[in-house]
Each structure stands twice: as C-alpha cells, then as structure tokens.
T-cell receptor, first 113, second 115 residues
C-alpha cells in the first residue's frame, strides 16, 4: 500500500544531543514537508523540498536541518541549537505545485529529558 | 497574529447537533484544504476547495469557500462521536505570480461530541 511513514513514533532526547527523525514515502511524490505542531498553534512549516537535492527553509527553520538525497526520503535533524524541541513533528508529501493535497505521516513525538 | 484564523478554538456538542467551523484569511486563498486529526496522530485529508463559491460534501460534512476566496466554513450535520477530533484548515497563500504554494495552517478546532 502507498503511504508515508514516520519513525520512530516516540523519541526521547537528552539536552545537547542531535536527533534525526525519519520520513519515507512510496507515493512517488516530488514534494515533501516537515511541520511542527504545538498545542493551540496548529502546524508550522520547518522545511520543504520540491525536488531531490533541493530544499527550502520554512517559517521556523532555526535549529533544524534536512537532506533530500533520495526522492522517497526526507529526514529531519533536530540539533542542539533548537531551544525548545519538545513537540509533535509531522512529515507530509504531495505532487507539488498548486492545488494538490498533502498526505501526512502519523507523526513523531519528540521529548527532551 | 495568525495568517489563517479558525473559530471557534474548541467546540462541545451533543450527538445529533449540527455545527460549523470557520476559517478566515486576510489574503486571497489559492486553495483551501480541510483536514481532521485524532490526538497524537497524522492528518487525514477531508476536502479541497479552489473556486470562489465552491461547495463540496462528503457524507455528513460540507465545506464551502466564499466568493471572495477569503473564508471557508466546515459544516457537520447530525454530529456523531466519530466526528470528534481536531479540524484544521490549510491554505495555499502564495504570492500572486508564483507557481508553488506551501500550506499555511490555522490553529485548529477541537471538537468534542457527547453521546
């Protein structure tokens, strides 16, 4: 079945550590996105990629990094520079361009301990 | 301030009641998407609206985009406990002349339906 898979579902990180969240899709979508969700704030865009080997900063990119070496994969690294990393992270993909809906993964809940 | 405002922020209704959630923007929307989310899970796509005045329905859920394409409403008829969750509107708010649009989301509406 086609879909978008995020792993792990739950992740704990010690302060000062980098951590990488996985996102894989087999929908053959060109565009992929990372969002952060905090209570009462909806989703905020961290990074997005329209094509392999290219990505752009979203609204809250500071403290995060991404790579897009393969069409199906868009991992997100939360670095120690991110001051408040505890949140729910959602990955999405779409065909790109205008008026195409995004398909979302099940999310990763990151907690800093 | 939020570019896309949803109201109300939360809603508690009795099973069988109708309800409406609104999504308002100060800019013209090039596409408006409604999603539903169960707590701690991903978003499930409900409907997409593109044209001013457009209306779409799926089962007991109807979404409309106004003529000016700056406001959308989501209406649920005869609500059921299965409708409970977080409803989010997302919009393509790209600047005129660009071909690619990122989705901007409202803050979500938490719906509780009491049996």
């Amino acid at each position: 079945d086609g879909g978008i898979t995020q792993s792990p579902k739950y992740l704990f990180r010690k302060e000062g550590q980098n951590v990488t969240l996985s996102c894989e899709q087999n929908l053959n979508h060109d565009a992929m996105y990372w969002y952060r969700q905090d209570p009462g704030q909806g989703l905020r865009l961290i990074y997005y990629s329209q094509i392999v080997n290219d990505f752009q900063k979203g609204d809250i990119a500071e403290g995060y990094s991404v790579s897009r070496e393969k069409k199906e994969s868009f991992p997100l690294t939360v670095t120690s520079a991110q001051k408040n990393p505890t949140a729910f992270y959602l990955c999405a993909s779409s065909w790109g361009g205008a008026n195409t809906e995004a398909f979302f993964g099940q999310g990763t809940r990151l907690t800093v301990v | 301030s939020q570019e896309l405002e949803q109201s109300p922020q939360s809603l508690i209704v009795q099973e069988g009641k109708n309800l409406t959630i609104n999504c308002t923007s100060s800019k013209t929307l090039y596409g408006l998407y409604w999603y539903k989310q169960k707590y701690g899970e991903g978003l499930i796509f409900l409907m997409m609206l593109q044209k001013g005045g457009e209306e779409k329905s799926h089962e007991k859920i109807t979404a409309k985009l106004d003529e000016k394409k700056q406001q959308s409403s989501l209406h649920i008829t005869a609500s059921q406990p299965s409708h409970a969750g977080i409803y989010l509107c997302g919009a393509d708010m790209r600047e005129s002349g660009t071909s690619y649009g990122k989705l901007t989301f409202g803050q979500g509406t938490i719906l509780t339906v009491h049996p």
